[in-house]
C-alpha cells in the first residue's frame, strides 16, 4: 500500500460527499488545500451528487446503482479520487465491485474506480507521505474513529500521526474510541432510541477525556455527536479532522456550534 | 421458503419459541428504560471484551488460526454429504445411533420416543442452544417429562420461567440478588435465613440440589460444540463440568446438533477449538472438553448405556449454496454480541427469538423467515465491529445487507421508506436538478437556524431530533462556493483556460 516515492502532481478528482456538499463546505475547501498543499492537482466534478451508500445499504441496489453508476466515467480520468469520508471512500473502493459484480460489461472499469480511490487523510499519508504540517492550533483534541475508515480502510493512526506535528495541539484519547457513535446512516433516524443511548455513551466518553474539541474524519457521526452534544448543553466543539490540518478553523464555526456575536 | 418452527412447538409455554422479533422496537424501548438490564449490561461492556484481547495478545498466530479455521469449515461445508455420511457410519460403528431430523417438530419427537422407549421420568440437560431452537424443554414438559437444565446459567433462566439472553451466558441479564430471591423460592426446605450473598453461596447451593438430580437421571441431553466425522465422536465445551455429568452418569445421552456441526477430523476440532474458547470468554481452552464416542463399552468404568445423536436440519441446508451459506461457519462463540453496541444497549431479550445479537441477525431470519424479523437485520449501524472479532471471518454486515435486499425485493419495509429513497435516487441522478434543491435546502435550513448553528426540532426530521440537535449547513452548498472560486479564479487569470 504505502509507495516510498509519492507520485508527481497527480490530477486528484475530489469526491466531496453530499453531506459536506450541503452542510460543511469548510471541509471541502480544507480537503482541496491540504490535497494541493500536497503536490496533487485538485478537481471536483461539478455532476457528482451521492455515492449511493444510503440505498445501498438500506437494500435497494437499483438505486443505489442508478446514483452510483456516472461516478465511474466522471472520475475515469484522474489519478486518484479522494473523499473526505472514510464511509463514501469506503463504498466507491469496497463495495461498488459487489454492486456491480453482476454487470462484467463495466465491472473492469468499477474496479479501476475502487483501486484508486482513498479517505483524505490516509491518502495525504500514505500516498502523498505528508509527513508533517505547518500549522497551529492551540487546544486538546480527542478524535473518533469513524466506522467505516477504520475497519475498511485501515484509518487509525494516520489522522494521528499528522495530528501530533499541528503545534500547539494535545491529544487525549477516550476510553473507546473505535466504538460506534450510533450514527449508521438511516438507523440512526430509524431506531432513534438505541441510537441515542450509544451517541449518548459516546458523549459521555468524549466529555471524560476533558478536551475541548472533537475530531473526526466523517461528516455523519460528527454531525451526530455534535448535535448530542448540543442537546445536552456542553460546549465542545466540533470538528472535522481536515479543518484542523488544514489551518482552517477560522473559515467556520464547529459543527453545530452558533455564529460568532455580531455576525 | 424455508420452514418455520411448527406452529404446536411455537405456542409451547415457554414464552422464547413465540418470537417477538416484529416487536423490535418495543422491545428495545423498554429494555432501554429498565434499569436492572442496563447495569447488567454495563458489566459487560468490559468483561468479556477485555478477556478476549488479551487472550489474543497472547497469541500471535491467532490471526493465521483463524485463516485455518475458516477454511475446515468452508471446505467441510462444501462436502458436507460426504461428512455427514462419514459421521453417522462412525457412530454406528461405535455402536451408537443417529437420527436425521429435518425440523424442529420431527427432532422432538424423536427424542421424546427415546424417553419412551426408555420409560424415563427426568431429563437432564447440558446448555444447548439447539434445543432452545427447537423448543425442547417446553415440548418434553408438556408430555409430563421432567426437564432439568444443569448449567447455572441456563438453571437459573429456567426457574425463571425465562428465555436465555446470551448464547453463552444466558443469565447474564440477572443479578446476583435476583438468583438468591429464585432459590429461596424453589429449593424448599432449606433454612431461609441462609446465606446467599455471593456467587460462591449460590453455586454451592445449585450444585447440591443438582447432585440429586444427576443420581436419578434417565436421559442427559446436550447440544454439541463438533461433531468429529472420522472418529463418530460429538464434542462439548464447558466451564462447570455439568454436561460432562449429564452425559456420563444418563442411563442414555442423547446429542442434539445441526448439520453445520461436523468437522471432518479431531486435529480440525482441536484448532477451531484454539480460536473458540479465546474469543468467546478469554480462556485458552474451557475448563472441560468432553469428548463422546458412543456408549460404553464393557471395559469402561461409566458412560451411558445407548448414545444417540439427533442430526438437525431445520433450515441449515436451505442455506447452503446461498448468500447466508458463510452463517453456518458460526460456531457461537458469542464474540459477536460481546462487542456489539446495539446488543449493548438493549440486551438479549430484545431480539425476540433464540439467537441474539448480530449472528441472531443474519441467523433468525434464516430460520423464522425475514417477514417475522425483518427488524434484526435493519437494527445495525454497520459499525463493522462484530466482523473484526468473528473468529470464522464471517461477514455479518454484509449478510445483514442481504437480508435488508430481500426485504426490500419483497416490499416488506416501510413504504415510506421505500418511496423516500426512490424519490432520493431520482433527485441524485439529476445533477442540476439536484444541485439546486440541496442549494435551497441548505440555505432555508441555514435561515431556520437563525445563527445558532443548530435546530431542535424540524418537521419529517423527529426520527433525529428526538435525540439530538440538527446542525444546520454553513450557507452555501460546496459546489455553489466552488463553482465561483473558479469563476473567480478564470477572471483573474483572464478567461477560461
Ligand atoms: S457469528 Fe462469529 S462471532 Fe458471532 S457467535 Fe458466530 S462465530 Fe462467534
Not at chain 1, 499519508?125 to 504540517?133: E, G, P, S
Not at chain 2, 446436550?222 to 455439568?242: K, R
Request: charged share 25%; net charge neutral.
Amino acid at each position: 500500500m504505502t509507495s516510498p516515492i509519492p507520485p508527481v502532481r497527480p490530477r486528484v478528482g475530489l469526491f466531496v460527499t453530499c453531506l459536506v456538499d450541503m452542510f460543511r463546505p469548510t471541509v471541502g475547501f480544507s480537503a482541496v488545500k491540504l490535497l494541493e498543499d500536497a503536490g496533487c492537482i485538485v478537481d471536483m466534478p461539478m455532476d457528482q451528487t451521492c455515492c449511493g451508500q444510503p440505498a445501498f445499504n438500506s437494500g435497494d441496489r437499483d438505486s443505489a446503482k442508478k446514483v452510483a453508476r456516472p461516478l465511474i466515467a466522471m472520475f475515469a480520468g484522474y489519478d486518484y479520487v479522494v473523499a473526505p469520508s472514510g464511509s463514501c471512500a469506503g463504498m466507491i473502493s469496497k463495495h461498488f465491485p459487489e454492486l456491480f459484480a453482476d454487470e462484467p460489461a463495466i465491472l473492469a472499469d468499477v474496479k479501476a474506480l475502487s483501486a484508486k480511490t482513498h479517505e483524505l487523510v490516509s491518502f495525504l499519508t500514505d500516498i502523498m507521505q505528508v509527513k508533517t504540517l505547518n500549522v497551529q492550533f492551540d487546544g486538546t483534541v480527542t478524535y473518533h474513529d469513524s466506522c467505516s475508515g477504520l475497519r475498511e480502510l485501515g484509518v487509525k493512526q494516520q489522522p494521528r500521526a499528522l495530528l501530533q506535528t499541528v503545534s500547539g495541539l494535545a491529544i487525549r484519547e477516550m476510553k473507546e474510541p473505535e466504538t460506534c457513535c450510533g450514527f449508521g446512516g438511516t438507523f440512526c433516524v430509524k431506531y432513534p432510541e438505541i441510537s441515542g443511548k450509544m451517541v449518548g455513551d459516546k458523549t459521555a466518553d468524549i466529555a471524560a477525556t476533558g478536551a475541548t474539541t472533537l475530531l473526526a474524519g466523517d461528516l455523519g457521526c460528527l454531525m451526530n455527536m455534535a448535535g448530542k452534544l448540543r442537546r445536552e448543553g456542553s460546549d465542545i466543539e466540533v470538528r472535522h479532522v481536515a479543518e484542523i490540518l488544514a489551518g482552517m478553523t477560522d473559515h467556520a464555526p464547529g459543527i453545530a456550534g452558533r455564529d460568532p456575536e455580531g455576525k | 421458503m424455508h420452514r418455520a418452527l411448527p406452529v404446536a412447538i411455537r405456542k409451547g409455554n415457554n414464552a422464547m419459541h413465540v418470537s417477538t422479533s416484529p416487536k423490535f422496537r418495543e422491545n428495545a424501548h423498554d429494555a432501554l428504560l429498565d434499569q436492572s438490564l442496563q447495569r447488567a449490561l454495563g458489566r459487560l461492556k468490559t468483561g468479556f471484551k477485555d478477556k478476549r484481547s488479551a487472550a489474543i495478545a497472547a497469541l500471535p498466530e491467532f490471526e493465521a488460526l483463524r485463516d485455518k479455521a475458516v477454511e475446515i469449515k468452508n471446505h467441510t461445508l462444501e462436502n458436507l454429504d460426504h461428512y455427514l455420511t462419514a459421521f453417522e457410519a462412525n457412530v454406528k460403528a461405535n455402536g451408537g445411533h443417529v437420527h436425521w431430523c429435518k425440523d424442529s417438530e420431527e427432532a422432538c419427537q424423536t427424542i421424546l420416543k427415546i424417553c419412551r422407549d426408555k420409560d424415563a421420568k427426568s431429563v437432564l440437560k447440558g446448555k444447548s442452544m439447539i434445543s432452545e431452537e427447537i423448543g425442547l424443554n417446553a415440548f418434553l414438559e408438556k408430555q409430563d417429562l421432567q426437564v432439568v437444565e444443569t448449567d447455572l446459567g441456563e438453571y437459573i433462566i429456567q426457574l425463571r420461567h425465562e428465555p436465555p439472553s446470551h448464547i453463552i451466558a444466558p443469565a447474564i441479564h440477572v443479578h446476583k440478588e435476583q438468583v438468591a430471591d429464585s432459590f429461596r423460592a424453589t429449593h424448599k426446605g432449606r433454612d431461609p435465613n441462609r446465606v446467599l450473598d455471593e456467587p460462591r453461596d449460590l453455586l454451592d447451593e445449585a450444585r447440591e440440589v443438582m447432585r440429586e438430580h444427576f443420581f436419578a437421571a434417565d436421559i442427559g441431553i446436550t447440544g454439541a460444540n463438533f461433531l468429529i466425522a472420522e472418529t463418530g465422536t460429538s464434542v462439548i465445551v464447558t466451564n462447570e463440568g455439568n454436561g460432562d455429568l449429564t452425559q456420563t452418569l444418563s442411563r442414555v445421552h442423547i446429542a442434539v446438533a445441526s448439520l453445520e456441526k461436523v468437522v471432518p477430523t479431531l486435529e480440525d476440532a482441536s484448532t477451531i477449538l484454539r480460536v473458540l474458547a479465546r474469543s468467546a470468554t478469554g480462556q485458552e481452552m474451557s475448563s472441560y472438553t468432553t469428548f463422546s464416542t458412543g456408549p460404553r463399552r464393557a471395559e469402561d468404568l461409566d458412560g451411558p448405556q445407548e448414545y444417540h445423536v439427533v442430526l438437525l436440519d431445520n433450515g441449515r441446508s436451505n442455506m447452503l449454496g446461498t448468500d447466508f451459506q458463510d452463517m453456518l461457519r458460526c460456531i457461537r462463540c458469542a464474540a459477536c454480541m460481546n462487542h456489539c453496541p446495539v446488543y449493548g444497549a438493549v440486551g438479549g431479550h430484545a431480539y425476540g427469538w433464540v439467537y441474539p445479537g448480530p449472528m441472531g441477525s443474519v441467523l433468525t431470519p434464516s430460520l423464522i423467515g425475514i417477514n417475522q424479523s425483518g427488524h434484526l437485520p435493519n437494527a445495525s449501524t454497520f459499525c463493522g465491529k462484530c466482523e473484526e472479532v468473528c473468529p470464522m471471518r464471517i461477514p455479518l454486515p454484509k449478510m445483514m445487507r442481504h437480508w435488508r435486499e430481500r426485504e426490500f425485493e419483497k416490499h416488506l419495509g416501510a413504504s415510506s421508506v421505500r418511496y423516500g429513497l426512490k424519490g432520493w435516487a431520482f433527485m441524485a441522478s439529476r445533477p442540476r436538478l439536484y444541485r439546486a434543491a440541496t442549494g435551497l435546502a441548505a440555505r432555508l435550513l441555514r435561515i431556520l437556524g437563525g445563527g445558532r448553528g443548530a435546530l431542535r426540532s424540524l418537521p419529517f426530521a423527529g426520527g433525529w431530533t428526538q435525540i439530538r440537535d440538527l446542525p444546520v449547513p454553513e450557507g452555501k452548498t460546496f459546489k455553489q462556493l466552488w463553482e465561483e472560486q473558479q469563476k473567480n479564479k478564470s477572471r483573474q487569470d483572464g478567461g477560461p483556460k
